[in-house]
């Protein structure tokens, strides 16, 4: 086997599979195109027959991450618990993969995926107020979950503790960020309904 026949025998998929396994072995800050090539056994330039540049293959892992929520089923559902549905299923997709969060706000933030929530249906409310409500959900999130998985990398190091052994992050009572997120999620979702039955009484 030639070495061009070598670095052509992996298809774009198996390039972005194999970088998604490698962010949730390693992290964002080790998934280089040097790392990735490697754990192919192909020459970096290799990864340029399927991808123009590393934003563009970042993208593509972003979209591994957040295709479940192509499977997420909003038929017949009002249009808070649309809302509400939608963005526990994202936080979902976005802890499932170490440095998820920070990876996707990239590809977001640049355009290079499509915001997972804002083009679904919304449940018969405003084209408008949708919009608005399932970018505002999409944003907190995503920022959420970053939040949760700095805290997680942070706890791994033993950075979290106070020099008395204390985590001066804990919650009062002992409340998990699961309960935290549902609850703020809860309260953006009764904004937006607030704000759908204002619309139809003006």
């Known amino acids: 086997m030639t070495s061009v026949e070598n670095d052509r025998r992996h298809s774009r ?6 970088a998604l396994r490698l962010l949730d072995e ?7 195109m040097r790392n990735i090539a490697n754990a192919l056994e192909v020459r970096p330039s290799a990864l ?16 591994l991450i957040l295709a479940p929520m192509a499977d997420v089923g909003t ?18 997709c976005l802890l499932a993969y170490r440095d998820a969060a920070e990876l996707v706000s990239s590809s977001l933030a640049l355009g290079l995926v499509e915001p997972p929530i804002v083009g679904r249906p919304g449940g018969g409310a405003p084209a408008d107020l949708w919009r608005a409500a399932a970018t505002a959900v999409m944003h907190f999130v995503v920022g959420y979950a970053f939040h949760e998985q700095q805290r997680l990398a942070a ?3 033993g950075l979290l503790a106070d020099a008395d052994g204390a985590d001066p992050g804990a919650a ?8 935290e997120f549902s609850e703020a999620l809860t309260m953006i979702a009764m904004g937006f309904d607030a704000a759908v039955a204002q619309r139809a009484v003006l």
Request: charged share 30%.
């Open 13 to 18: 998929d198996d390039v972005a599979r194999t």
């Open 26 to 32: 390693n992290g964002l800050p080790d998934l280089t």
């Open 48 to 63: 340029y027959w399927h991808f123009r540049n590393k934003q563009s293959l970042l993208a593509a892992v972003s979209g």
């Open 75 to 92: 038929e017949g559902l009002a249009a808070r618990a649309s809302l509400e549905l939608l963005g526990g299923r994202l936080r979902d």
């Open 155 to 157: 706890d791994s190091l």
């Open 172 to 179: 009062a009572g002992d409340r998990s960020p699961a309960d």
